[in-house]
């Protein structure tokens, strides 16, 4: 199939062609023609599917050929996304694949002035691409206009429950017009996803890519047992060795990741670390250096690096496995995206031994394991409890400490997930 095959308006073609794309990715060959009929859809699909020009292409074309009878621009797509990062690479697609198109754009997302937002708004958007708290507060000061909205996409909608947006999420469902379009984006289906779904869709468009809470068979996955406070050493030396040039690594804690990257930095290693303590021109700073190879090494916590898009990034390593499980999909579907092929390498200490079965019986396969000479674990330490925090930070950065993963300790419901995604 050719993206010609969908009627694409000959614009959208040409933005197309510009980006070097061939052929549509599954995830854009079912859901496109659907939302171009104008139905409601809920897609399950992962990150590095091409989900985002899966919508972002037949929302334009919509959007272009029926005329805004308003002779001001108003706001006719809202696309929410739970982060900045997720919400500025939006924002990115939806020029880029509109570059062609009369069509307005802006992404507005907090941690940065709100008065140039409001400038923008001001002056007429067709598309805006927005994090739930910054819009809530536009909608709050009566800076934002949302009475004309006519598609409305919900982009990485588990995230955004994990996140504890939930009660935003309908807040901002009860502002927007009646009747309009709804597309859903979400990578695992939890049953608060499905209600979420249900009072949102009508009659959806059901389309499903990845495999529900599978990986992405595109990723080399692996793990190295070795002991937690030798990871670092390990890592530095399969970065230099194999001569790793774009690295992601994803610690559990803030601090974990400040402590790695200032380790790499003393090695030698070029490495910047992303996380929620850290500035958003920080961290768009650390995300460009590292897209532009000047950083090897991005060390990001969970929530940091969602949406971090990097055309086929060849390696991401868990330093510490996460302790929920759909964190292992999400984290790895970093590398191994539209087609290019990544390694996912997992370094696992005694203490871990939990989280990896738990990621083992969720993606539904056993996952290779291997010993690095030199760096055998030490039978003789007992696995301890994970310490969440700077305890489990400590430990894993090379401060010795061993504590085992206790099974009570994992967060179930909801709100711990929440609680704890929070901290990063
Ligand atoms: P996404 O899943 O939206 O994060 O997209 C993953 C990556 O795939 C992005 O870097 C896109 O630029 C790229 N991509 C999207 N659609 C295609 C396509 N049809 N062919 C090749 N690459 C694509």
Not at 78 to 89: F, K, Y
Not at 169 to 192: E, G
């Amino acid at each position: 199939m050719t993206f010609s095959d969908l009627n694409l308006n000959e614009l959208l073609l040409k933005a197309i062609k510009d980006q070097g794309y061939t052929s549509p990715t599954p995830v854009q060959a079912q859901a496109i023609p659907f939302i171009l009929e104008g139905r409601d859809m809920l897609a399950g699909a992962q990150t590095g599917t091409g989900k985002t020009a899966g919508f972002t292409l037949p929302l334009l074309h919509i959007l272009s050929h029926k005329k805004n009878a308003k002779t001001h621009r108003k706001i006719r797509a809202l696309i929410l996304t739970p982060t900045r990062e997720l919400a500025a690479q939006v924002g990115e697609s939806v020029k880029i694949y509109g570059k062609h198109l009369p069509l307005k754009s802006a992404v507005i997302f907090g941690g940065v002035g709100i008065n140039p937002q409001i400038t923008t708004l001001k002056a007429g958007v067709d598309i805006l691409v927005a994090t739930p708290g910054r819009l809530l507060d536009h909608v709050g000061q009566g800076t934002i206009d949302l009475s004309s909205v006519e598609i409305f996409v919900l982009d990485e909608a588990d995230r955004m429950l994990d996140m504890g947006f939930i009660r935003d999420i309908r807040r901002v469902i009860n502002i927007l017009p009646k009747v309009r379009q709804n597309l859903m984006f979400s990578a695992t289906y939890s049953d608060d996803i499905k209600t979420l779904a249900n009072t949102l869709l009508r009659n959806p468009a059901e389309v499903e890519v990845a495999r529900r809470n599978t990986s992405s068979e595109l990723v080399k996955q692996s793990v190295i047992l070795v002991d937690c406070k030798r990871k670092s050493a390990l890592l530095g030396e399969l970065i230099n060795k194999n001569k790793w040039e774009q690295v992601l690594v994803f610690t559990r804690t803030k601090h974990g990741a400040n402590k790695l990257s200032e380790y790499f930095q003393k090695i030698g290693i070029t490495a910047a670390a992303i996380h929620g303590n850290k500035s958003q021109s920080a961290r768009m700073k650390a995300l460009d250096d590292f897209k532009k190879s000047s950083v090897r090494v991005l060390v990001a916590t969970d929530i940091a690096a969602r949406g971090i898009d990097i055309d086929a990034l060849p390696h991401v390593v868990n330093f510490e496995l996460p302790n929920i499980a759909e964190d292992y999909v999400h984290r790895i579907g970093r590398t191994g995206r539209a087609g290019c092929e990544g390694e996912a390498l997992s370094l696992v200490c005694v203490d871990e031994a939990e989280y990896l079965k738990g990621i083992e019986k969720l993606i539904n396969k056993k996952l290779d394991s291997r010993i690095i000479e030199g760096y055998e674990p030490d039978l003789s330490i007992k696995p301890e409890p994970i310490q969440r925090g700077r305890g489990g930070a400590n430990r894993s950065g090379g401060n010795g400490g061993n504590k085992p993963v206790q099974k009570s300790s994992r967060p179930r419901s909801e709100s711990h997930r929440k609680n704890n995604n929070r901290q990063h």
